[in-house]
């Protein structure tokens, strides 16, 4: 199965990167292998996560404050938002909503 970002979604991932770049290089790299984990745990078993919108389910990321919010859209993933989980919870809906 494949997967593809919403571009606010990828922005989101980019600057999360960048933010743990400034404090470590290692940390960045760490937070980038939890996304990519989470993507492949979310490719294997798809219907295995949270629903917590509609069809909209949410992976959450281990050691890291983030959650990968993603529908399943025929032979692919399409993942809204990369989602720290401080934020307002609904601020990714609009996207979903347009897509």
Not at 26 to 46: D, M, Q, V, W, Y
């Amino acid at each position: 199965m494949k997967y593809s970002f919403h571009p606010e979604a990828l922005e989101e991932y980019l600057n999360a990167v960048s933010y743990y770049a400034d404090i470590s290089h290692r940390l960045a790299e760490s937070f980038i292998k939890a996304i990519e984990t989470g993507i492949e745990n979310i490719i294997t078993s798809p219907e295995a996560w949270q629903i917590v919108e509609e069809e909209v389910r949410r992976h959450l990321i281990y050691r890291f404050p983030f959650g990968i919010y993603f529908c399943i859209e025929d032979d692919r993933v399409f993942i809204y938002a990369i989602m720290h989980l401080s934020r307002h919870p609904d601020y990714w809906k609009g996207r979903h909503q347009s897509a």
